[in-house]
């Protein structure tokens, strides 16, 4: 088949008013209702409107993944409370849940997936109207799709523990549907069964990137990260980042986020596909305020702050030369200090052009290397893990077996101009090794993935693997100052039940 690319011609922005009222899929959640709503038969006939179609499919996640950020931020040491939280962030602080908190709705990732149904559903008929959407353009896409589907349907089986089953291809579910309720290891596998036929190893074709959505070979890397197959999470992480061949620069960690460039990441986030695979774009001019600006920003409502905890893990780091702490991600960057001492998270005010634009980044370059890097460790490599934590490839006079196409790497560390960390030298024995290279990941993932929705996830992952529950409950209940709520929090969390949010059924 003769190599194409990919290109998504209609914005993503552009087109939000239109979706609204027009594609089936963004209706309310479980209005049954036609109303204004495209008739399937006639709308999908060619590659634009299955391009209005995946756009659209994306609209949830507008309201999603704030919900998201927050929850996550506030179960997990990274984020807490000032004076204006409203009840029931207060609630989700304490880890006092209640199926009326708007937070904790899970509603918007079930649109997501019934989206995806709807367009599964006909986009097989597309070529016969269409005959530019060839047999490369169909497989692309339904992969793409069945990958976004897949990403919902992990992150609610990470957050509540189990996932309500909608069959495939159904566009709807009405009152009197009796849903399957399946478990968190039992819909990993399925989705891995389901994402599989869709990975091509080929590397005559050009990658095809739908813009926005999940890296799919990365998502079967953490599918697999996630039930602790080391060996194939190294394999489709690896094979995710390499998704665009011999690229030196794509997915890569290079020179293009360098240093003070690093707060570029979330500034127009479409723009930087070197860095960014998936990402929600807002634009305040439009209509599209990110919500997560108003909730953090000083001179708003500043419902939220980073914690002391977070703040004191950034002052911490050593720059290669000078000091001042982790300064082109922590401070100024992700948080900054109002006049008076006081602290906020500026992360999603960054584009100061536009304040409220700043968009939210779902999957990045640096989130995959240090998923690899928390595989190859436990694959028995932590040497080959702890580059890509550091100085990465560009470092290495001789690189490591499968990363020739690498040497632009400068590793997450070293792209923000940190020290190296290693382990001790007193330290020899190898699981002793492996458990402190693991410690080290998880603590990096907490500064360069923070307020992105990643933390109390990757804390109950690691204590799971350990089967340790004090491994997440002694950090998390370790960013209260009050001693009596720190230790009413631990007790809370050394119970595993409580790791996940209660399901309305």
């Given amino acids: 088949m003769k190599a194409k690319t990919f290109k998504t011609k209609y914005c993503f922005i552009a087109i939000l008013g239109i979706l609204f009222t027009t594609v089936s ?17 006639n709308h999908y006939q060619s590659l634009k409107d299955v391009e209005l179609s995946l756009a659209a499919a994306l609209i949830p996640l507008q309201e999603a993944m704030p919900n998201l950020i927050i929850t996550d931020g506030l179960r997990s040491d990274l984020m807490d409370v000032t004076a204006n939280a409203d009840g029931n962030m207060r609630s989700i602080l304490n880890e006092d849940f209640s199926a009326d908190n708007p937070y904790l709705d899970p509603a918007s990732f079930y649109k997501v997936i019934i989206c995806a149904n709807e367009i599964l559903a006909h986009i097989d008929s597309v070529p016969n109207a269409d005959p530019n959407f060839d047999e490369f353009y169909l497989f692309y896409c339904k ?47 399925t989705l891995i069964n389901q994402i599989t036929p869709y990975i091509h190893t080929d590397e005559s074709l050009v990658e095809l990137r739908i813009g926005g959505y999940v890296n799919t070979k990365a998502l079967l890397g953490e599918l697999y990260l996630e039930k602790n197959d080391y060996a194939n999470a190294v394999t489709y992480l690896k094979m995710g980042i390499e998704s665009y061949g011999n690229s030196t620069s794509m997915y890569k960690v290079d020179k293009n986020f360098t240093k003070e460039g690093w ?40 419902m939220v702050k980073p914690s002391s905890k977070l703040v004191n893990t950034y002052l911490a780091q050593e720059l290669l030369k000078g000091a001042g702490g982790d300064i082109y991600r922590g401070t100024g960057v ?7 001492g006081e602290t906020y998270i500026s992360k999603y005010s960054l584009d100061l052009g536009e304040p409220y634009s700043t968009d939210i980044v779902i999957s990045r370059a640096a989130d995959l290397h240090l998923l690899l890097a928390e595989a ?9 893990a702890l580059i890509l934590l550091n100085a990465g490839m560009n470092a290495e006079k001789k690189k490591p077996t499968g ?9 997450v560390r070293g792209r923000a101009y940190l020290k190296t960390l290693a382990v001790p030298v007193e330290l020899i024995d190898p699981n002793s090794i492996m458990l402190y290279v693991e410690d080290l990941i998880i603590e ?32 998390v209940s370790s960013k209260f100052s009050d001693e009596g709520t720190a230790n009413t929090i631990r007790e809370k969390l050394k119970n595993k039940t409580n790791w996940y949010l209660p399901f309305n059924k």
């Fill in 444 to 475: 990096e993932r907490a500064m360069e993935m923070a307020f992105e929705g990643k933390r109390f996830t990757d804390l109950v992952r690691i204590a799971e693997r350990r089967n340790d529950p004090d491994y997440l409950a002694s950090r």
């Fill in 25 to 41: 899929c963004s209706d309310d959640f479980f209005n049954q209702q036609a109303g204004n709503r495209m008739n399937p038969d």
């Fill in 334 to 340: 992700t948080y900054d200090t109002i006049p008076g």
């Fill in 403 to 411: 990363y020739t196409r690498w040497a632009q790497n400068l590793g």
């Fill in 263 to 302: 707060q570029n990441i979330f500034i127009n986030a479409e723009s930087n596909q070197s860095e960014n695979i998936a990402y929600i774009s807002f634009k305040s001019t439009e209509g599209q305020r990110n919500p997560l600006t108003e909730m953090m920003l000083y001179n708003d409502k500043y």
């Fill in 143 to 189: 992969g793409g799709i069945i990958g976004l589907r897949s990403w919902a349907y992990f992150n609610i089986v990470k957050i509540w523990g189990e996932a309500a089953y909608i069959p495939d291809n159904m566009p709807g579910i009405s009152d009197d549907m009796t849903l399957e309720y399946i478990s968190k290891s039992a819909m990993i596998d």
């Fill in 376 to 384: 190859l460790n436990r694959s028995g490599d932590p040497t080959t």
